[in-house]
Structures are given as structure tokens and as C-alpha cells.
């Protein structure tokens, strides 16, 4: 496996909007988004990411590699699905106007020390991108945990972490219309 350096939100690349990627993909930027979906697989891992040093995650976005492009890999099983994508130039197609939040908060991999708080996203997307795992064009409708992923990891490519949308005032406050996770 790669082993990546992931950069921290101290770092000015994390809090800008990434360029598209251009395609078809060369060979070397598929292997790196290969390699991130591996990294990903790997870090879930108790006994091999505690060995190497990893934190867990589900999802890593290019910035977070030090790529400021418009690309990020997912590995995730859910309900006894596997998600397992790395979508380049995504674009979210639709929303529900239901939220949804993580009740025990959103983490990530770039943010070194937990920002504590509810992050309402939509409960439902659709998101089109080529996926550079399967070699193709794909659309995924997504509900639940995995729209929160993908959500998360697209707020990445326009340089907003998941602690700029806790509300300041008063982070847990409940939105009785949303759904907890």
C-alpha cells in the first residue's frame, strides 16, 4: 500500500476550491486514486492501522493528499453494501430537502483533534462522476450514511471542512425536521 501524507487544516490547501481533472485519466492519477481507495480499505483495519500509524476512514478527497484537484476515493460498507468509488469531477445532480446528521459527529482524517457538534447535510443526493475504480461514467443515488460520506468528501474539493458548517452559536442544536444517524 501507499502510505500518503495527509495534510491538516493548518494547511491553505485545504480551504480552496480544487480544479477539474482532465480526461481521460492518465494511468499514473488512476493508480493514485487506486491506491487512495486501498489506503482506505486498509485503514479500517484495527491491527494494521494501529501497526502503520493510520487513522480509519471511509472517505480521503485529493487536497487531503496535497493534490488540489477535483477527485476523492470512498470505501465504506453499509447495510451490507460496499461502496467502494473514486469519483472524478463529481457533481451533485439533486438533493432532498430532508437533512440528516451524524449523531456522533462528523470526523476527518485532515482534522487532527475533533470539532464536536451537528453537521446537517441533505439525507438524500445524486451524484454523477466517472468512477476511476470501475473505468466509467457512473450515477449514484445515495441515502443515509453513504450520502453523508460523499457529501463530506465533495466539501473537500471546494475547500470546506466539516466544522464549517457546525453551528458557532450553539453547536448541537437540533433540527427537529432532521434525521439523526
Same mark, same amino acid.
Given at each position: 500500500m501507499k502510505k500518503f501524507k495527509i495534510h491538516t487544516d493548518k494547511e491553505k490547501l485545504l480551504h480552496e476550491k480544487c480544479r477539474e481533472v482532465a480526461l481521460p485519466l492518465d494511468e499514473e492519477k488512476r493508480q493514485t486514486i487506486l491506491d487512495m481507495v486501498e489506503y482506505l480499505k486498509l485503514s479500517?483495519? #484495527?491491527?494494521?492501522?494501529?501497526?502503520?500509524?493510520?487513522? %480509519?476512514?471511509?472517505g480521503l478527497a485529493a487536497p487531503q493528499i496535497g493534490v488540489p484537484e477535483r477527485f476523492y476515493a470512498v470505501y465504506l460498507v453499509d447495510k451490507e453494501k460496499t461502496y467502494e468509488y473514486g469519483l472524478v469531477n463529481p457533481k451533485i445532480l439533486s438533493t432532498?430537502?430532508?437533512?440528516?446528521?451524524?449523531?456522533?459527529?462528523?470526523?476527518?482524517?485532515?482534522v487532527p483533534e475533533d470539532v464536536m457538534g451537528h453537521v446537517y447535510r441533505y439525507f438524500r443526493i445524486?451524484?454523477?462522476?466517472?468512477?476511476? =475504480?470501475?473505468?466509467?461514467? =457512473?450515477?449514484?443515488?445515495?441515502?443515509?450514511? %453513504?450520502?453523508? =460520506?460523499?457529501?463530506?468528501?465533495?466539501?473537500?474539493?471546494?475547500?470546506?471542512?466539516?466544522?464549517?458548517?457546525?453551528?458557532? #452559536?450553539?453547536p448541537f442544536k437540533k433540527d427537529p425536521e432532521a434525521v439523526a444517524i
Open positions: 479500517q483495519d #484495527d491491527e494494521y492501522a494501529k501497526a502503520n500509524k493510520i487513522r %480509519p476512514g471511509v432532498s430537502v430532508k437533512k440528516a446528521y451524524l449523531e456522533g459527529g462528523e470526523g476527518c482524517l485532515s445524486t451524484i454523477q462522476a466517472y468512477d476511476a =475504480v470501475s473505468q466509467q461514467n =457512473v450515477t449514484l443515488k445515495l441515502v443515509g450514511y %453513504p450520502a453523508i =460520506v460523499f457529501q463530506h468528501e465533495y466539501d473537500h474539493l471546494d475547500g470546506i471542512l466539516y466544522y464549517d458548517r457546525i453551528n458557532r #452559536d450553539d
